[in-house]
């Protein structure tokens, strides 16, 4: 929603978050092999949102990445998006 409201069309909304996933999946990935590291997991949001399921439903899967950490990259996430909404979408009353 929070990329929506800064775009005109709405095919360009769809190829924005579309972008978000793949190229946030892309992005930490590639970053994860040139830096030997694995902080680029914080950029890919699909696998943050497998880490939450898995540690809802108590399912042990080693992973690099702990679930707290996971919540924590997601509110963080969804803190930009509320940041955006705020500063695009603005509230007015409707006077008869």
């Known amino acids: 929603m929070a990329l929506s409201a800064w775009v005109k069309w709405r095919v360009v909304a769809g190829a924005l978050l579309l972008g978000v996933m793949f190229l946030g999946a892309g992005f930490g990935e590639a970053m994860n092999a040139v830096l030997r590291t ?5 950029l890919n949001i699909v696998y943050l949102m497998g880490t939450v399921w898995r540690s809802l439903f108590r399912i042990n899967a080693e992973g690099s990445i ?15 998006c509320l940041v955006l909404l705020v500063r695009k979408v603005k509230a007015f009353e409707v006077v008869k």
């Open 66 to 80: 702990s679930p707290a950490e996971a919540w924590i990259a997601l509110l963080v996430y969804c803190a930009i």
């Open 38 to 42: 694995q902080s680029g997991y914080f």
